[in-house]
Structure formats: C-alpha cells, structure tokens
C-alpha cells in the first residue's frame, strides 16, 4: 500500500474539512501505476534479440541454425522479463507515453467517480499516478468557469515533488488543504452537500 489505512483515513477527514468550505466535491485517486507497458518492454527485447545473429559472427565456435535460434529466443525471454523490473522499464518507456497514459487514467477515473454529475458541476479530481510521478487536478465545468488550469498548476507542481520525494500522503494533504483554499474563495459553501465518497480510490 502506498498509503497505510492511519495515512488514508487522515486523508479522508482533511478531504470532509474542506468540503464543509466549498459547495465542490472533491474526490481522490492514487494508481500505483498507469499501464503495465508490457507491449513496450516486450518490443525493446524483441529488437535487442534480433542482434544474436550478428553478434554469432564474431564468435570463433559456430553454433547450428538450431542452437542459434534457441538462444536467439532465450535471450527474448531473458530480457522481456529483465525489463519488467520497475527502474529498467521506466528507462525504456517514453516519457510522452508516460503521461499520455496516466492522462487518460485520469480522465476516465473522473467520469468513472461520477465526478460529471455533480450538483452543478462541481466535481474536483485530485489524480495521482505514482509510478510515473504523475498528478492532475481535474475539474468540472461549474468550477473551471472560475478556476482556470493555470491556478491548479502551481498546487500540482508542489505535489509532484512531493511524489518524486516519496511523500505521497503529505503531498495529498497539501493538495488537499490548497485547493480547498481555492475553491473556498471562488466556489464557497451555500449548502450542506456530500454527494460523493470521501476516502481515497485506490486503484
């Protein structure tokens, strides 16, 4: 677990402190990764095993058409597992890819959290995807007519340093209490609401 139960249950009651600021409903999400990229990995070790044969070449025993091939193929399975250790795939991985897929983990976390239907719009993702020090705050029409992406930004940069850190649950605690100050001042409270859960989804 990437936060413990005493680190999620703290997160959930800062969340429910906001939210008694705001008529926004905040909700967040902790991946502990976005994709496997198991189809990356498995293309780095295919083309890394099509260089056995030349590499034969300057070896002074020859091998058979049979026994070269079995290494070839021994060498695909060595480095397609090889590569699923986390820091090696992280270096084969683009960096593009990386936050194309945990963008559109994000995106379809807010509609799978019923973030969409909100009373007013008024829905508020906080996304974190770990592995790719990713985070995203996602944010319903009702609120982006009065928080634009650019004021998010400065609370998301904080956050993502705080997951390089490997301080996830302080980071989700700053975030947390951030926005809260935002929304309290552009979006404040004029009704008791709790429409959706508070605690954190873990996926």
């Known amino acids: 677990m990437l936060l413990d139960k005493q680190a999620q249950s703290d997160l959930a009651d ?7 600021r705001t008529d926004a409903e905040l909700v967040t999400v902790l991946a502990r990764q976005a994709d496997d990229y198991r189809y990356i990995t498995t293309l780095w070790a295919a083309l890394l095993s099509l260089l056995v044969p030349a ?3 300057f070896i002074p025993h020859w091998l058979s058409s049979l026994e070269a091939l079995m290494l070839q193929w021994g060498v695909l399975l060595v480095l ?16 593009s890819l990386q936050r194309q897929r945990a963008a559109s983990l994000a995106r ?6 019923g973030l969409h239907h909100t009373h007013g719009d008024t829905g508020v993702l906080i996304f974190v995807s770990e592995a790719e020090h990713y985070v995203e705050i996602l944010a319903d029409q009702g609120i982006a007519r009065h928080v634009d992406d650019a004021q998010w930004q400065a609370i998301v ?9 490997g301080q996830v649950a302080e980071g989700f605690q700053q975030c947390v209490a951030a926005c809260g100050d935002k929304l309290a001042e552009h979006v404040p409270a004029t ?12 996926l």
């Open 157 to 165: 940069n904080a956050f993502v340093a705080k997951v390089k850190a």
């Open 55 to 57: 590499a034969l070449l």
């Open 108 to 113: 379809s976390a807010f509609l799978q959290q």
């Open 80 to 95: 397609a597992v090889l590569f699923r250790f986390r820091p090696l795939q992280f270096r084969l991985v683009p960096r």
């Open 14 to 20: 800062a969340i429910t402190k906001q939210e008694t």
């Open 191 to 202: 009704r008791e609401k709790n429409e959706l859960p508070n605690h954190l989804v873990i």
